[in-house]
């Protein structure tokens, strides 16, 4: 790999490199086609673009949202398969999949690979990792991360072109059978709040909706948005959410809602069921984007749950592993903890790191989060200082109670403050409530078989729990004695990578696409930061750079741990003429587990754009 791509200014465009397309295999078997089974040879002569995603990851979510446009754009020549590849072990449930298929609308087939067969065949290295196969069966291309819509759109229309001249592209329909819908009066709710008047209110999400219900939970008062997924202010018939979350109570007596593909925050009055916009442009937020300002003109990233604490509503930034505040009085927003880094590191609010945080909810002294990727309880004080109280990092995970510092969850998504000071968690990939009591440091488990739960509001003496794959709220009486649970704990299936103790070689691989050159108007426009778990894994090479390569020193005396690799890439169209080039971020977090085994390899290459020689 060159140090440095070449740019179209500097060297001709390379031919590209192409490589034999490995058959696509996986256990679970075909989904969103009618029950047809697929092989690559029944796609030959369709541009094939394979999406390896899993249903906990964000990053992913945001690849299916830029897909939309080029899948609907080219639907006669390309054809999209996600390839599921699961991190968590309730993702490869079979189940699980199909729900999740359905609630974040994929709408083009999707492959079940739960034994992460096609993932290893492709040598794929992180969530979400894009493939490119030409209509003759040969990969051209491969971009792991967000941001490479456009670039993969411009290589979609030059291999039309080339392969319409050459008599190898066959148009027509694809192969994606939409499921039937389902009759249910709500379906995969995400979030809930207790009313002032004795109703809730719950984010409908997989039907872009809010939905008011009695008391019981059950009947429906009134559906708040078209239902039609958009970005819209008006009335409750003419209001357009997209898949929102997080509800919260303001002081004026409004809600305010998470709306999550929407990347805002809206405002939802319940006298008039009107909806206004509070916060956010409709943009995703890119790394150099303002991280404050007037709330209507920031950018903001997949806004999971939303609490009202010290005044201000704090915003759980599922997109960029971060917490946000909205200051209501003076209409702004900013960051208020959190680097962007995707991992657990406790301390000042500006130097710690989250992982998807998914839930909040506030106490007088406390902002509790239910921090999805790392698998934790964690909580914000007075001071912004953040801490956890369960979770020790990204690939561990499991249902374990006892105490909290070998206590287990597996991605929980809902945090609910109960009355005694202690706090209740939707434990979701568990389908269990746990509990973490903060006076004796206990984790223990109130209810199993739920389905799925995202979240919990008190009713009452009852709690009612959002379950969400059973499309329902659900009403508990809180227990007054835990259930006892059989103790499981579980670590990332992926295989880890075997290095040679000592040197390591870290080469990100990026190529600036066909037309465009690394933008180095404001100097650098790469980014590198990299850590490890444990940390002494790394004896020197770690923190950050503007290479897009460093030279790693494995300390022998750590026999296995994980690489952490953040990398970042600004290319801009590369035009003389044109005053104001487009520009693009493209960006991606690694975890790589690795064994350190004699005879192991000495370079590790990780692919942001390009293939990887």
């Keep these: 790999m060159n140090d440095s791509a070449p740019t179209a200014a500097s060297a001709p465009t390379p031919r590209r490199a192409r490589v034999r397309a490995p058959e696509l295999i996986g256990k679970g078997g075909w989904l969103n086609t009618g029950e047809q089974q697929y092989t690559l040879a029944d796609l030959r002569g369709r541009i094939v673009i394979l999406d390896f995603w899993t249903f906990c990851c964000i990053n992913c979510l945001h690849v299916l949202d830029e897909l939309r446009e080029l899948e609907e754009k080219h639907r006669d020549t390309v054809v999209i398969i996600g390839?599921?590849?699961?991190?968590?072990?309730?993702?490869?449930e079979h189940q699980a999949v199909v729900d999740a298929v359905e609630r974040y609308g994929v709408e083009h087939p999707v492959l079940d690979d739960p034994e992460l067969a096609t993932w290893k065949q492709y040598a794929v290295r992180a969530w979400p990792t894009l493939v490119v196969i030409d209509p003759?069966?040969?990969?051209?291309?491969?971009?792991?991360?967000?941001?490479?819509?456009?670039?993969?759109?411009?290589?979609?229309?030059?291999?039309?072109?080339?392969?319409?001249?050459?008599?190898t592209l066959r148009r027509g329909d694809g192969p994606y059978v939409a499921p039937e819908p389902e009759p249910t009066a709500l379906r995969f709710p995400g979030k809930a709040l207790a009313l002032p008047s004795g109703n809730l209110l719950v984010s409908d999400t997989t039907r872009h909706q809010l939905v008011e219900l009695e008391g019981d939970g059950e009947s429906v008062v009134r559906r708040i948005g078209s239902g039609v997924r958009g970005f819209v202010d008006g009335s409750a018939e003419e209001a357009g959410f997209s898949e929102p979350q997080g509800l919260a109570l303001l002081d004026d007596g409004s809600v305010v809602v998470a709306d999550t593909v929407n990347h805002a925050l809206r405002r939802l009055d319940l006298v008039t069921g009107e909806v206004s916009t509070l916060a956010g442009t409709g943009r995703q937020w890119w790394q150099g984007s303002p991280t404050s300002g007037l709330a209507r003109e920031v950018d903001l990233s997949s806004p999971w749950d939303v609490a009202l604490f010290g005044g201000k509503v704090w915003i759980a930034m599922a997109g960029v592993h971060q917490l946000w505040a909205y200051d209501p009085e003076g209409a702004t927003v900013g960051v208020a903890a959190g680097t962007t880094n995707e991992g657990l590191v406790d301390g000042p609010g500006a130097e710690a790191w989250f992982a998807q945080p998914s839930g909040l909810a506030a106490t007088a002294d406390r902002l509790w989060l239910a921090d999805s990727e790392t698998s934790a309880l964690r909580w914000v004080d007075l001071d912004g200082t953040v801490h956890t109280a369960v979770g020790t990092g990204l690939f561990d995970f499991g249902h374990r109670d006892g105490a909290a510092e070998q206590a287990l969850f597996q991605h929980p998504l809902g945090v609910t403050a109960l009355p005694d000071g202690s706090v209740a968690v939707?434990?979701?990939?568990?389908?269990?409530?746990?509990?973490?009591?903060p006076a004796t440091g206990e984790v223990t488990t109130l209810a199993t078989d739920l389905r799925e739960p995202s979240d919990a509001v008190l009713v009452g003496d009852d709690i009612v729990v959002v379950e969400s794959a059973r499309h329902r709220l659900t009403r508990l009486r809180l227990p007054e004695e835990a259930v006892r649970v059989e103790s499981v704990a579980h670590r990332t299936q992926r295989a880890a990578t075997e290095v040679a103790p000592g040197g390591l070689r870290l080469d990100v691989v990026f190529q600036a696409p066909t037309g465009q050159k690394l933008d180095t108007r404001y100097g650098p426009s790469t980014r590198l930061l990299v850590s490890s778990t444990p940390p002494e894994l790394l004896l020197t090479g770690e923190g950050a750079g503007t290479d897009l390569f460093r030279a790693l020193e494995l300390n022998p005396a750590v026999t296995e741990g994980v690489l952490h690799v953040s990398a970042m890439a600004a290319s801009c169209d590369d035009?003389?003429?044109?005053?104001?080039?487009?520009?693009?971020?493209?960006q991606q977090d690694w975890g790589v587990p690795v064994r350190l085994t004699e005879g192991g390899t000495d370079r590790l290459p990780l692919v942001l754009a390009g293939m990887a020689d």
């Design 83 to 92: 390839v599921h590849s699961p991190k968590f072990v309730h993702e490869a």
């Design 575 to 586: 035009d003389p003429a044109n005053e104001y080039p487009a520009c693009h971020v493209h």
């Design 426 to 437: 939707s434990d979701t990939y568990n389908h269990a409530l746990r509990r973490y009591d």
């Design 136 to 167: 003759e069966g040969y990969v051209v291309a491969q971009h792991a991360g967000e941001g490479h819509a456009h670039a993969i759109a411009r290589l979609v229309e030059e291999l039309e072109a080339e392969h319409a001249a050459k008599g």
